[in-house]
Each structure stands twice: as C-alpha cells, then as structure tokens.
T-cell receptor, first 115, second 113 residues
C-alpha cells in the first residue's frame, strides 16, 4: 500500500486565490512527521512546512498552512494568495520513527498559477 | 554554508558502464539517503544509511551499491548502467530528530544510452 497518496496530478489556480493540495498518508506508527516540499522547474527541492503527529495545532509558515486531520490521515497543504512563483511541483512526505526515520514521498502535484 | 553537495550534475553513460555519484554533507547528519525521481512516480528511495558503516536497501536498490565510510560521505555506485536507470538522482540527509527535515542536494541528471 502507498504510504503517501497525492491524488491531484495537476492543479490550476488564479493568481491571488487560495489553493489546497491534497495528501493522505498511511501509517500505524504513532510518532511520525509530515512534510511538504516544493520543486520549481529549476529542480531543487525546497522544504516548506512540517507537522508532527503529536502537534495539536495546524502548522503555518507564511502563506503556507497544513490542514492536519489526524483521524482522516490527511495533511493537505493550503497556499494562500497564490503568486506566479508558486508554480511548481509539490511533494508531500512522511517520516516514520519505527522504520528508521525513513522518508516516504507522494507522486506530487503540479501547480500552475494563472495570471 | 554548503549543506548537501552532490556531483556530477549531469552525466551520460553507455549501457554497461559504471559510475559513482558523489554526495557529501557538512551538517554532521547521521542519516543519509539516495532517491531517484522519475516522471509520475515521485521520489523513490534507493539506499539509505543511519550512520557511518551502516547502510540498508530502500524501495528500488537493484543495480546500485552504496557505502558509508565517514559521516560526511555517501557515494552511490551504478555497477553496470542500464537505460532503466536514466533518472534524476537526489542525495539527502537529515538529523533524525523529531522535527528534522530532509536536506537535499541539487540533483544529478543521469542518461544511460
């Protein structure tokens, strides 16, 4: 079974609008971390935001927030006030403690911001 | 502030050739790993290491070899390159702490003809 599932291969959003990128995960480990990375067309991987499994509040970093619904095992990324520079691939990832702190990645969502 | 450095950035090989992708980190991270990225498949773990002298296989280890003789270095060896190994390779490291994110190198684009 897939550890991380991203069901949206491609998304479009109007500039200045908010967009939600979906991510669901599968783990039986009570201790895990959830991460989002951005990969622009230049290819580098940029860390955006982190949510721990024991965190009570949703993580926020500037225009990025993580909508963490633990019971549903979802960790959606919300980007507010989209900018043209937000056009990129976005990867959701999970780190499990009981598998040697390995990271598992989803297949990614390609976001295009339309002017 | 180098972080994770991997070389080369681009390489073209012929089928059957061998090569080594170099990776070094200067953050004293215990954990290092190699991923390959293919269109539509995300990042898949090839090999990883939890410390010097310790390595283990990831999801797609066949055709690759690794060693970890020092904390800093984690080279990836392609023993006999095949066209199926055409991909973008990322080396990454992390501290293993509860909030430790994964730090990536810039990636290496490998083409096997």
């Amino acid at each position: 079974a897939q550890k991380i599932t991203q069901t949206q291969p491609g998304m479009f959003v109007q500039e200045k609008e908010a967009v939600t990128l979906d991510c669901t995960y599968d783990t039986s480990d009570p201790s895990y971390g959830l991460f989002w990375y951005k990969q622009p067309s230049s290819g580098e991987m940029i860390f955006l935001i982190y949510q721990g499994s024991y965190d009570q509040q949703n993580a926020t970093e500037g225009r990025y927030s993580l909508n963490f619904q633990k019971a549903r095992k979802s960790a959606n990324l919300v980007i507010s006030a989209s900018q043209l520079g937000d056009s990129a691939m976005y990867f959701c990832a999970m780190r499990e403690t009981n598998t040697g702190n390995q990271f598992y990645f989803g297949t990614g969502t390609s976001l295009t911001v339309i002017p | 502030n180098a972080g994770v450095t991997q070389t080369p950035k681009f390489q073209v090989l012929k089928t059957g050739q061998s090569m080594t992708l170099q990776c070094a980190q200067d953050m004293n991270h215990e954990y290092m790993s190699w991923y390959r990225q293919d269109p539509g498949m995300g990042l898949r773990l090839i090999h990883y290491s939890v410390g010097a002298g310790i390595t283990d296989q990831g999801e797609v280890p066949n055709g690759y070899n690794v060693s970890r003789s020092t904390t800093e270095d984690f080279p990836l060896r392609l023993l006999s390159a095949a066209p199926s190994q055409t991909s973008v390779y990322f080396c990454a490291s992390h501290s293993g702490g509860p909030t430790g994110e994964l730090f990536f190198g810039e990636g290496s684009r490998l083409t096997v003809l």
